[in-house]
């Protein structure tokens, strides 16, 4: 925990329609030149003690991942948006993107270490209980916070949105399995067909998880993201954004927050 006095650290303040401070952003550097963060939370509201890491999508560290984690800071929970890729690269194309993630993904001992920097970040926040944290991911992000449950990380839950299911190198056990489990998953998705839905669903019951898995049929690809629609017209992909399945994911989520046990 040396280093945590070492990281450089910039604030801002984000004001109300009524002047007064509510949502903090803090921008920080990881240590060991990991990438960066950026830490939320809210000074208007009591801490409720949870703290939530949101990992982006395969795009990289966009608007979206921290809008997320701005929402959750203006309800009251301290959260940090994580640049999983380490340099701030952003993806503009569904290539590059695709790009970006295998090249993250050839190293997840990387992977793991921004994660673990981001945790020991959290829970060095003021009022942040170490037992109630979090993690929640996007896309290539969903498939990070699973990969992190199925290690046995001390997580109370984790939430895949749109994520990325089955993994080669990671399964669940129940011997190291302790996160709560909910996937917001599209039931027309083709990037997660039917087969890896259900394997993952035989993975994680087999691991005795305490498992939310919530399919929503006809829903495509990147539905909780209000621009995926234009996105996936404007590349010939399936991007399509679903405001019932956004909401119903996002109440779920809500309600694993709150969660006392």
Same mark, same amino acid.
């Given at each position: 925990?040396?280093?945590?006095? %070492? ?18 952003e +803090?921008?920080?550097? $990881?240590p060991?030149q ?6 939320? =939370? &809210? !000074?208007?509201?009591?801490?409720? @003690? ?17 809008? %997320?984690a ?5 309800l ?9 890729? @380490?340099?701030? +690269? ?5 290539? &590059?993107?695709?790009a ?9 001992e990387?992977?793991n ?8 970040? *959290? +829970?060095?926040?003021? =009022?942040?209980?170490? &037992? %109630?944290i ?17 290690? =046995?990380? &001390? *997580? ?5 949105f ?14 190291? $399995?302790?996160?709560?489990? $909910? ?11 039917p ?7 035989t993975?994680? /019951?087999?691991?005795?998880? !305490? ?28 991007? +399509?954004?679903?405001?019932h ?7 779920? /989520?809500?309600?694993? /927050?709150?969660?006392?046990?």
């Amino acid at each position: 925990m040396r280093w945590l006095s %070492r990281i450089s650290v910039s604030v801002l303040l984000i004001f109300t329609a009524s002047g007064f401070a509510a949502v903090t952003e +803090k921008k920080v550097q $990881l240590p060991n030149q990991l990438g960066s963060a950026v830490i939320y =939370g &809210n !000074d208007s509201i009591k801490n409720q @003690g949870t703290g939530v890491i949101v990992i982006h999508e395969w795009w990289g560290f966009n608007d979206y991942a921290r809008s %997320r984690a701005k929402m959750l800071a203006e309800l009251g929970y301290t959260s940090i948006a994580v640049d999983m890729y @380490g340099t701030g +690269k952003v993806a503009d194309h569904p290539d &590059n993107a695709m790009a970006f993630m295998e090249e993250a993904m050839k190293d997840p001992e990387k992977i793991n270490a921004r994660f673990e920097a981001a945790m020991a970040l *959290l +829970k060095a926040e003021s =009022g942040v209980d170490a &037992n %109630r944290i979090y993690a929640m991911g996007y896309c290539f992000g969903g498939g990070v916070v699973l990969n992190q449950a199925r290690m =046995g990380k &001390n *997580l109370a839950g984790v939430a895949s949105f749109h994520g990325m299911l089955t993994s080669k190198k990671f399964k669940a056990d129940a011997t190291t $399995l302790k996160a709560k489990i $909910l996937v917001a998953h599209g039931g027309a998705d083709p990037f997660v067909p039917p087969e890896q839905a259900s394997s993952f669903v035989t993975e994680m /019951l087999g691991a005795g998880a !305490d498992l939310d898995f919530r399919v929503y049929p006809g829903v495509k690809h990147s539905f909780t993201v209000p621009q995926a629609t234009a996105k996936g017209e404007a590349f010939g992909m399936p991007f +399509k954004y679903d405001e019932h399945a956004d909401k119903d994911s996002w109440a779920a /989520l809500l309600r694993m /927050l709150e969660q006392k046990s």
